[in-house]
């Protein structure tokens, strides 16, 4: 069975901070992971995906994240926060042979100026 | 078309009504999801499609729920003798192969009154 815990379902930056968003996952096999961000009154916009190449991932406006086996952990993070990355953020594992995403509840970010 | 489109985007139905909530996914991909997002909440699996395969309806919370797709393309979720706690945003979602993740359209917001 899988499935995916956001520690975390608020995280305050101020603007400038690093961006750190909690991921961790269980699953059986050696999974797939993305996060997807939402902005206010929009669908949800992948930002960006672990497919079993290199376990650092590099995603759109300069978010990235790590795929650490051990640890069974796919964090996000960002080395500066801009007030435009206030939003919803949320991770998603997937089996490679499976039919469905699990998603954890949600980040929201905020960031103050 | 260049996106998952979904209509309504808005839609307010009396308790007790039938409501229809349409998803065209991108041209092409085989899969199409159904999500329900509650204010506060995660992201909730609701029905899907793959191809010709018969769908996979694990996560419809009631038999009041009911979901098809015609000729491998446009989807319709439907909702009889809505409930107040049905109020949500119903996410659609398509994807030409999993492992390269979903497009998501920007939903429809249902309110039961």
């Known amino acids: 069975a899988q499935s995916v815990t956001q520690l975390g379902s608020h995280v305050s930056v101020s603007e400038g901070a690093l961006v750190l968003l909690r991921c961790n996952y269980s699953s059986s096999v050696p999974p797939y992971l993305f996060w997807y961000v939402q902005y206010p009154n929009q669908g949800l916009q992948l930002l960006l995906k672990?497919?079993?190449?290199?376990?650092l991932v590099k995603g759109i406006n300069g978010f990235e994240a790590e795929f650490k086996k051990s640890e069974t952990s796919f964090h996000l993070t960002k080395p500066s926060a801009h007030m435009s990355d206030a939003a919803e953020y949320f991770c998603?594992?997937?089996?490679?042979?499976?039919?469905?995403?699990?998603f954890g509840t949600g980040t929201s970010l905020t960031v103050i100026p | 078309g260049a996106g998952v489109s979904q209509s309504p985007s808005n839609k307010v139905t009396e308790k007790g009504k039938d409501v229809e909530l349409r998803c065209d996914p991108i041209s092409g991909h085989t899969a199409l999801y159904w999500y329900r997002q509650s204010l506060g909440q995660g992201l909730e699996f609701l029905i899907y499609?793959?191809?010709?395969?018969?769908?996979?309806k694990s996560g419809l919370p009631s038999d009041r729920f009911s979901a098809e797709r015609t000729g491998g393309s446009v989807s319709t979720l439907t909702i009889q003798r809505t409930q107040q706690e049905d109020s949500a945003v119903y996410l659609c979602?398509?994807?030409?192969?999993?492992?390269?993740?979903?497009?998501f359209g920007s939903g429809t917001r249902l309110t039961v009154v």
């Open positions: 979602a398509s994807s030409f192969r999993e492992t390269l993740g979903y497009t």
């Open positions: 672990y497919t079993s190449a290199a376990t």
């Open positions: 998603a594992v997937s089996e490679n042979t499976g039919n469905q995403f699990y």
């Open positions: 499609f793959q191809g010709n395969s018969a769908p996979d």
